[in-house]
């Protein structure tokens, strides 16, 4: 499918029905297997069934996760799952099946996928790993179309491959990093060094009312308290919590006066023996949604909690 060479790769798959789909990716996964080379496949589940089914014995041979739970939170999927799977394999080339989304997402979701999809270009830059991304070219608009052709270089078909005349992943970074709406109610609290406690309570008082304990509750608690801790590193020593539900989630946000310069903050993995902060990327990986506006001297970091059902 793809002429693979031992450097970074990042196509998109423009594929019509599940028959395009599962030909293609069982395609793209068995030229990795036979090659020797290390395959995972993170999709969400119904289209992992089908590849299953598709793979028969092979599938043994591949890490299949379900999107819907291991990239609930689009922030989370470099981190947790695509930088997790290749830096066991750091003396390979790496195939990875990464469809972060479909259909389903939701209005509030795609911007933190678009993004993502455009941060894979640097996160992964210099490695020698290939990560196909699929869309549903019948299922997704065509402004998601278009968007995809600015974060993948390469573009994929019943046609066959192209270039993509329009790769310019920085326009969808950039693009996406707009002022958040403004919910219609919500409890506040200021914070500062005297009482980061509250605004901690603050939330898991609102989780609690919503149905949230035991290890969730205390997801809620950390979250709120790193983003709190670094709106005092880093945000000018003071922020602003705002808590309130939405639909069946609870959503807390923390602003403050910095600017978070790097847009892979929280989205790298980080060596327990290095020391330096992780604040960030514990909120990815406990938030089932996390949305960001930052500019100079200003900073929303919005975190999302599905309700327990």
Not at 91 to 107: C, F, L, N, S
Not at 134 to 156: F, I, K, N, S, W
Not at 197 to 204: E, F, N, S, T
Request: net charge negative; with cysteine.
């Amino acid at each position: 499918m793809l002429a693979e060479s031992f450097s970074f790769s990042h196509p998109a798959l423009f594929y019509r029905g599940d028959r395009e789909y599962t030909a293609a990716v069982t395609a793209f996964v068995r030229e990795g297997l036979a090659a020797g080379e290390p395959v995972a496949v993170a999709v969400p589940g119904p289209k992992l069934e089908l590849l299953e089914r598709e793979l028969g014995a092979d599938a043994a041979r591949v890490l299949m996760l379900d999107m819907n739970r291991e990239g609930r939170n689009p922030g989370r999927i470099i981190p947790g799952v695509l930088l997790d799977f290749a830096d066991r394999h750091r003396d390979a080339h790496v195939r990875i099946v990464g469809e972060p989304i479909w259909p389903d997402r939701t209005d509030t979701e795609y911007p933190a996928c678009a993004q993502h999809e455009a941060l894979i270009n640097f996160a992964f830059e210099g490695r020698h790993v290939t990560i196909l991304c699929p869309y549903d070219a019948e299922g997704l608009t065509a402004e998601v179309l278009r968007e995809a052709e600015l974060t993948h270089p390469v573009l994929l078909d019943a046609a066959g491959e192209r270039p993509s005349g329009s790769y310019a992943p920085w326009l969808v970074v950039d693009g996406h990093n707009r002022p958040l709406a403004d919910p219609d109610d919500f409890v506040s609290l200021r914070f500062d060094h005297d009482n980061l406690a509250a605004a901690r309570g603050l939330a898991a008082t609102a989780a609690a009312e919503m149905g949230f304990g035991g290890p969730r509750l205390d997801d809620v608690r950390l979250v709120v308290a790193e983003l709190g801790a670094n709106s005092l590193d880093h945000g000018g020593g003071a922020g602003l919590i705002r808590v309130w539900r939405e639909g069946g989630r609870l959503v807390c946000e923390v602003s403050d006066a910095g600017h978070i310069a790097d847009p892979l903050a929280g989205r790298r993995p980080v060596d327990p023996q290095v020391a330096g902060s992780r604040g960030l990327l514990i909120v990815n990986l406990l938030s089932d949604l996390v949305r960001v506006h930052t500019r100079a001297g200003a900073t929303v970091v919005r975190v999302y909690f599905d309700a327990p059902r």
